[in-house]
């Protein structure tokens, strides 16, 4: 069993940056591909990031590429998002989420979930 919380969501001014933090339970953290997804009003769980267990091989939408960085660290079982040139398309709850084995991007995929944090960038 594993336990996901986030931290690290707020308001944010677009262009501005913001970075969120997934803090995991258990002890075999490096085992588990990390990913963030979000969900917008109205809209479908979308895929944002992904990050490889062992060889931390990562990741990303097209949406976020080149703005999001996704990183873990083992040793203190966390992966967080950086995020940069935020927009206001970016406004979102965002989802922490893993699975043993290779990282994937749709959801169904994903054995353990966070509560989200919310991340709002007004324009």
């Known amino acids: 069993q594993v336990q996901l919380a986030e931290s690290g969501g707020g308001l944010v001014q677009a262009g501005g940056s913001l970075r969120l933090s997934c803090a995991a339970s258990?002890?075999?953290?490096?085992?588990?591909?990390m990913a963030w997804f979000r969900q917008a009003p109205g809209k479908e769980r979308e895929f944002v990031a992904a990050i490889i267990g062992s060889i931390g091989s990562t990741y990303y939408s097209d949406s976020v590429k080149g703005r999001f960085t996704i990183s873990r660290d083992n040793a203190k079982n966390t992966v967080n998002l950086q995020m940069n040139s935020l927009k206001p398309e970016d406004t979102a709850v965002y989802y922490c989420?893993?699975?043993?084995?290779?990282?994937?991007?749709?959801?169904?995929?994903?054995?353990?979930w966070g509560q989200g944090t919310q991340v709002t960038v007004s324009s």
């Open positions: 258990g002890r075999t953290f490096s085992s588990y591909a």
């Open positions: 989420a893993a699975r043993r084995g290779a990282p994937y991007s749709t959801q169904d995929a994903y054995d353990y």
